[in-house]
């Protein structure tokens, strides 16, 4: 089912608390069922708390967020949420971890370890459920939050910057992990970055939001076959698209 986002608004309190600043400014788009799409744009324009908005997490000031015919108002088992940080509880093992969602939702012991194990698989970390998060790399706990997301089986998946702090080699390498995953699961995929080169060669649409108060400025299609070329003059040419887009957005932030 098809995820729409219709005219979101979102405002906070300056800090001074004397007036609200609007962030957010009638976001509208579609997400095809089964897509993978990036969002992009300036630091500081509201990408996170879109992210929330449309997990349930977080209220809009107005606007809806519909999966299917229903709507999102609060935190559901449909929509799978990945943050920055992998937020492992540290005396849980690597599988226990991977289990707790299934635990809360009253799953049975047998049930829940044959689904862990499955996501383990899954992400390429079989053998590793017996660990420790202290006793595995970073780029291995990102893995753990995305078979944690998994294993409860989200129709929509909704990943926060995941990889930023990264390095260039394991971030490509779970780049690739990802696409794995999403190629076997079809899932949904809602993929928020700063890094235009990942938003081009992960996602099948780039939406790109302006400064603040935010809107979409454009939407990217990116119709090119995968498995992808990271350096293909087709690649390229989107990239330099959407820094364009981006140059023109810092510019504007200068004048103001």
């Not at 300056?14 to 997400?31: N, P, Q, R, Y």
């Not at 630091?43 to 349930?56: W, Y």
């Not at 990889?163 to 260039?168: K, Q, T």
């Amino acid at each position: 089912m098809e995820l729409k986002v219709t005219g979101i608004n979102k405002s906070f309190r300056s800090t001074a608390g004397e007036e609200k600043v609007e962030i957010l400014h009638d976001i509208s788009f579609t997400v095809r069922e089964g897509s993978f799409v990036s969002i992009i744009g300036p630091s500081g324009c509201g990408k996170t708390t879109l992210l929330r908005i449309i997990s349930g997490i977080e209220s809009p000031d107005n606007g809806r967020v519909l999966l299917g015919d229903r709507e999102i108002s609060a935190p559901v088992r449909d929509v799978g949420y990945i943050f920055q940080e992998s937020a492992l509880l540290p005396w849980r093992t690597v599988q226990k971890n991977i289990e707790f969602g299934l635990e809360v939702a009253g799953v049975g012991r047998k049930e829940r370890e044959q689904r862990a194990l499955a996501s383990l698989e899954l992400v390429e970390l079989k053998g590793f459920g017996g660990y420790y998060p202290r006793e595995i790399s970073g780029g291995m706990k990102q893995k753990v939050a995305l078979a944690m997301a998994l294993v409860v089986e989200p129709r929509v998946l909704l990943m926060d910057e995941p990889f930023v702090s990264l390095d260039c080699q394991t971030r490509s390498y779970l780049q690739q992990v990802l696409l794995h995953v999403w190629e076997k699961t079809g899932k949904t995929v809602i993929f928020i970055t700063h890094n235009v080169e990942e938003a081009v060669f992960l996602g099948d649409e780039i939406i790109c939001l302006t400064g603040r108060p935010t809107v979409v400025g454009t939407v990217v299609p990116v119709d090119i076959p995968r498995p992808r070329e990271r350096t293909s003059p087709e690649l390229n040419r989107v990239r330099r698209e959407i820094l364009l887009f981006l140059e023109e957005e810092r510019q504007k932030a200068g004048a103001r």
